[in-house]
């Protein structure tokens, strides 16, 4: 390159210095831009500013970068430019040679505050969808597996319970849950009898209820099952001892149910 006549200066730092958007509200990164050059002064004219060739390029650089960067992360911001404003030393005419060009970010103790509120505030929006996240996985678990299933209803007690969903967290109980399901699960067989007999029970009068437990009692008894059939004779009372029973038991029966099926081992 020829560079002609005209008398060079020393080599010096031109500083510009710039305010940037971050990706959090109210929080710009505090930029120092440093040009390090030599420019050449002719007679009669004023030597150029290093500045005014690389501040228009710097902040095409920087601006785009500092926007998708937390206001905390000063560091990497200005390892994220370097080496495009590094590039920049291409843009030397033929009066000012750019040898270096760089930049420090920075932020004011009064915007650092701001930038540290800013990332707890986010912390915590994550943490609360995180949770809201596990919620929906939880209560999808329940309808398509525990409800389908009652034996998988245990599951749900391993469950670790999140705070951030404060009264949510406790509206089901795992045991509660567990226990319902497997008592009340509409396929299963003992179920289906217990309902059927407390349904039918309901609708006798005591005499009628006495006769039907007094004859289930004998099956039971027959079936193999002789502590279910004590349990059911101890609370079959008779309706001349002035006991009075709406419906029988449904813990009872649906235990006699349960055994029903057993082999007869008399």
Same mark, same amino acid.
């Given at each position: ?9 020393d080599? @010096? ?10 990706v ?18 002719? /007679? ?36 994220r ?19 270096d ?32 996240q596990?919620? @929906? ?16 209803? /245990?599951?749900?007690?391993?469950l670790?319970r999140?705070p ?22 509409? %396929? ?8 059927a ?28 099952a %002789? ?14 001892? *002035? ?11 649906? *235990?006699?149910?349960?055994?029903s ?6």
């Amino acid at each position: 390159m020829t560079w002609g006549a005209g008398r060079w200066h020393d080599l @010096r730092d031109y500083v510009h210095h710039d305010h940037y958007p971050s990706v959090d509200d109210d929080v710009a990164f505090k930029v120092t831009l440093t040009v390090r050059a030599r420019v050449r002064s002719r /007679r009669g004219q004023s030597p150029p500013d290093p500045l005014d060739l690389i501040v228009p390029a710097a902040d095409k650089v920087i601006r785009p970068a500092a926007r998708r960067i937390g206001g905390l992360r000063c560091g990497y911001l200005q390892h994220r430019v370097a080496g495009e404003l590094a590039e920049l030393t291409s843009k030397s005419t033929k009066d000012a040679r750019i040898s270096d060009v760089y930049c420090r970010v920075k932020l004011d103790e009064e915007t650092a505050a701001r930038a540290r509120e800013v990332q707890r505030m986010r912390h915590e929006l994550e943490l609360d969808e995180l949770a809201r996240q596990q919620a @929906r996985a939880r209560a999808q678990f329940i309808r398509d597996e525990c409800l389908a299933d009652p034996a998988t209803a /245990r599951v749900y007690t391993l469950l670790e319970r999140s705070p951030r969903l404060g009264e949510l967290a406790g509206v089901l109980d795992g045991d509660d849950l567990v226990a319902q399901l497997a008592q009340w699960h509409e %396929p299963a067989m003992p179920v289906l009898i217990a309902q059927a007999v407390i349904g039918l029970l309901g609708r006798l009068t005591p005499k009628q209820s006495y006769d039907i437990v007094d004859n289930f009692i004998g099956v039971v008894r027959g079936y193999g099952a %002789p502590e279910v059939a004590d349990q059911l004779q101890a609370l079959n009372k008779h309706p001349d001892e *002035g006991v009075h029973r709406e419906a029988f038991p449904a813990d009872v029966v649906n *235990g006699a149910a349960k055994h029903s099926a057993a082999p007869n081992v008399s």
